[in-house]
T-cell receptor, first 112, second 115 residues
């Protein structure tokens, strides 16, 4: 059974810092990995999707990498802003079924 | 706004009552998913439809839960005889399924509180 773990569970940084969020998964047989953002009490917004054949994806100040063989992904946020404060979730689409398996999320607070 | 809508956004009910939630996916999307999210946790998969066919169900989906997608468009999720442990955010997502795994677009969720 696929398990997804995100470290740290919570992170507080001053504005302007570059930061890295980590995601690990136990079964490397995946089709893709997605990073989502969730604001309090709201639904999920897709940030980046990395196909299993890709190593990284970039969107603006966000860069996500994937090392499928070691079961790891990182989300890099450059020059963090208070508006980046949210919960960041990673999820993998595995070979075992038509569903996303999510990690528990990292709650990010960027202080002005 | 992702284009996926859910109704209602909030529901408070008493234990033992039945509740029904609705999801309207992006119109051309053939795949529809239901997830449940409890406070401080990531979403957990409940069930998946391709068009009107319910193809997968999680073991989390007890016999009190039933989902339908009658014409391959909107979907409903019904919980019968609600329990306090059913309190959670219920999220719907849709995607355009093909040969490659695709991005899922999530709705805003329905937050259920069972008293």
């Amino acid at each position: 059974k696929q398990e997804v773990t995100q470290i740290p569970a919570a992170l507080s940084v001053p504005e302007g810092e570059n930061l890295v969020l980590n995601c690990s998964f136990t079964d490397s047989a995946i089709y893709n990995l997605q990073w989502f953002r969730q604001d309090p009490g709201k639904g999920l917004t897709s940030l980046l999707l990395i196909q299993s054949s890709q190593r990284e994806q970039t969107s603006g100040r966000l860069n996500a990498s994937l090392d499928k063989s070691s079961g790891r992904s990182t989300l890099y946020i450059a020059a963090s802003q208070p508006g980046d404060s949210a919960t960041y979730l990673c999820a993998v689409w595995g070979n075992a079924g038509n569903m996303l398996t999510f990690g528990g999320g990292t709650r990010l607070m960027v202080k002005p | 706004d992702t284009g996926v809508s859910q109704d209602p956004r909030h529901k408070i009910t008493k234990r033992g009552q039945n509740v029904t939630f609705r999801c309207d996916p992006i119109s051309e999307h053939n795949r529809l998913y239901w997830y449940r999210q409890t406070l401080g946790q990531g979403p957990e998969f409940l069930t998946y439809f391709q068009n009107e066919a319910q193809l997968e169900k999680s073991r989390l989906l007890s016999d009190r839960f039933s989902a339908e997608r009658p014409k391959g468009s909107f979907s409903t999720l019904e919980i019968q005889r609600t329990e306090q442990g059913d309190s959670a955010m219920y999220l719907c997502a849709s995607s355009l399924g093909g040969l490659t795994a695709e991005t899922q677009y999530f709705g805003p969720g329905t937050r259920l509180l069972v008293l």
